[in-house]
Nanobody, 112 residues
Framework: QVQLVESGGGLVQPGDSLRLSCAAS????????MGWYRQAPGKQRELVAL???????NYTDSLKGRFTISRDNTKNTVSLEMNSLKPEDTAVYYC??????WGQGTQVTVSS
């Protein structure tokens, strides 16, 4: 069955960088677009970035330039590089396979 396992979250200070990874299994990874979403306390889950099977990317406008999504189709992983982190980036970050598969999420907390 489909499994998505995120890792790499943690507590960081404003301005720091963090790299999240999602290990995928149970499907032909290279054929599927993947996404990263996030959900902050008291807010709806929102799109962070998408990447097609071939590597085309799309970002939420407000995060362009700070966040980079990538994938390794040989390792069945999708990553999210986050730079210049801000307190408002604090959220649980989820890996997503369309249409309705989610990982368990990884907590990112940005605080001084």
């Amino acid at each position: 069955q489909v499994q998505l396992v995120e890792s790499g979250g943690g507590l960081v200070q404003p301005g720091d960088s963090l790299r999240l990874s999602c290990a995928a299994s149970g499907f032909i990874f290279s054929l599927h677009a993947m996404g990263w979403y996030r959900q902050a306390p008291g807010k709806q889950r929102e799109l962070v970035a998408l990447i097609s099977g071939g590597g085309m990317t799309n970002y939420t406008d407000s995060l362009k330039g700070r966040f980079t999504i990538s994938r390794d189709n040989t390792k069945n992983t999708v990553s999210l590089e986050m730079n210049s982190l801000k307190p408002e980036d604090t959220a649980v970050y989820y890996c997503h396979l369309f249409p309705a598969y989610w990982g368990q999420g990884t907590q990112v907390t940005v605080s001084s």
